[in-house]
């Protein structure tokens, strides 16, 4: 008889059970974790899809050259340190960077958060050692929790259910600021926090900020009555996080009843990260379903041919926006990898955003076991992605970065020059090093320049 080729099941919210998931918790309770998902998917959906497709719409510009994708947040959002001032003061240096972005390089800037979903961390290995004892890896608080015993970091379903409710708190915060007169450009020098205002690049930011003050009263005095202007006094503000915890990401799934499409609607923008990427793995399963703007990391063992697979894998309609390639080489591989990948993609003529995390293929682990980052070779990737575009002919359109608006410690360097000895003053991250404010706000400003050359 001769071979029947047996076509694919057709894609549904739960098509991704039927492969490979990697980095998928092993819950101990497989009948709490169906309660849970029963939970999740009568709870309401966090993003309205008609959202999704504007920032779709607001990506495609980036892809085009056009616009600049600035995504930042967390590295990992906690479930213990979670305050309204902790979201305004992120969401301050982000606003930040996004003026200090667009006035320095006349772009405009899509604005997307690390946050309201961010709980979930990939890991390099299954377990970790803590002083004398070997435990299961934290994951997230997601998951499980970060407590050094062995308890904690048993999964707990009821954590995704608590996911969700403070991604809502969240996301119900971010909207009251970014559409309440929090985000008005009037309101620009109320995001400079002191500890930032008093440093090089927060006075180099009042710079910025009486510039715009001086052309908004400059347009008053013409007789342009601003009030009206919407977009002088909201900003869009879109929130994502790696899709990592199917179980969490399938029961928020929901179909649109405009176009009947799927959208995961536990966020804005979902990406699939380094360690899940795999062509024929459950994530790209998940994230070819939906229709949200997706993206997918790219790290130094990534060929040509996976670059341009994961293009046909999560945009097979050549939909400008629809993907984020954001690639995360580490300084001293950027300049070597990156050309041939732009190359390629763009041979197949994929429109697809570039954008550089300059954090993941940086991180160093100091002589006591404390991981962090260089703000110099963070600066050298970002230098590095700018000079391959250049080279290549093709537009940088994104940062991605790691960051705090609180003061810590936990990155090496920067104007500020904190140094090693340092680094346990003020190191709270519940994984990765992040930017502090006024790191983030150096690093745009140098990006600004890069834009603009
Ligand atoms: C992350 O973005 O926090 C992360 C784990 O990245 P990557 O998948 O690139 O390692
Ligand atoms: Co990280």
């Known amino acids: 008889m001769p071979d029947v080729e047996l076509s694919p099941p057709p894609w549904a919210p739960g098509s991704w059970r039927e492969r490979p998931a990697a980095q998928q918790p092993e819950w101990p309770d497989p009948v709490a974790l169906k309660v849970v998902h029963a939970r999740l998917a009568a709870l309401p959906p966090l993003v309205f899809a008609g959202e999704a497709r504007a920032l779709t719409a607001a990506l495609s510009e980036a892809a085009a050259g056009r616009a600049f994708l600035l995504q930042a947040g967390d590295c990992a959002e906690s479930f213990t340190e979670f305050t309204a001032d902790s979201i305004r003061d992120k969401l301050k240096v982000i606003l930040q960077m996004a003026v200090v972005l667009t006035y320095g390089s006349g772009v405009p800037v899509v604005k997307v958060g690390r946050i309201a979903g961010q709980f979930a961390k990939p890991r390099s290995s299954p377990t970790e050692r803590v002083g004398d004892l070997v435990l299961d890896s934290f994951r997230g608080h997601m998951v499980n929790d970060d407590a050094p015993v062995a308890a904690a970091r048993v999964p707990d379903p009821e954590r995704l259910v608590a996911a969700y409710h403070q991604s809502v ?3 119900n915060l971010l909207r009251a600021f ?4 929090f985000a008005d450009l009037t309101q620009v020098h109320a995001w400079n926090q002191a500890f930032v205002a008093s440093s090089t ?3 180099r930011f009042e710079g910025i900020a009486e510039g715009i003050d001086r052309a908004l009263r400059f347009m008053a005095a013409c007789g342009i009555d601003l009030s009206g202007e919407r977009t002088l006094h909201e900003v869009d503000f879109w929130t994502s996080h790696e899709a990592l915890i199917l179980e969490y990401e399938e029961p928020l799934t929901r179909r649109d009843s ?13 990406w699939v990260g ?11 399963e998940f994230l070819s379903g939906i229709e949200n703007p997706v993206g997918a990391k790219v790290g130094p063992s990534a060929t040509p041919d996976d670059v341009v697979g994961l293009c046909e894998r999560l945009n097979p309609g050549r939909v400008p926006g629809r993907l984020t390639l954001i690639t995360r080489f580490g300084a001293s591989a950027v300049a070597e990898r990156l050309p041939a990948l732009l190359e390629a993609v763009r041979a197949e003529g994929h429109p697809v955003v570039w954008a550089c995390d300059p954090m993941h293929g940086n991180t160093i682990t100091t002589e006591d076991g404390r991981k962090t980052r ?3 070779d963070i600066l050298a990737e970002v230098k590095g992605f700018f000079a391959a575009h250049r080279q290549v002919g093709t537009w940088p359109g994104g940062l991605h970065v790691e960051l705090t608006g609180d003061d810590v410690t936990e990155c090496l360097g920067g104007v500020e020059e904190i140094v090693e000895g340092q680094l346990h003053e003020r190191y709270t991250t519940t994984c990765d090093p992040r930017l502090n404010a006024r790191q983030g706000l150096d690093l ?3 990006v600004a320049e890069l834009l603009r050359a």
């Open 169 to 171: 708190a969240t996301l």
């Open 178 to 181: 970014t559409k309440g007169g």
């Open 201 to 203: 690049e927060g006075r």
């Open 258 to 270: 405009l176009s009947g499409q799927w959208y995961d609607c536990s966020a804005h923008m979902l």
């Open 274 to 284: 380094e360690r899940s990427r795999q062509l024929d793995g459950a994530h790209c």
């Open 374 to 376: 260089r703000f110099d």
């Open 444 to 446: 745009a400003f140098r």
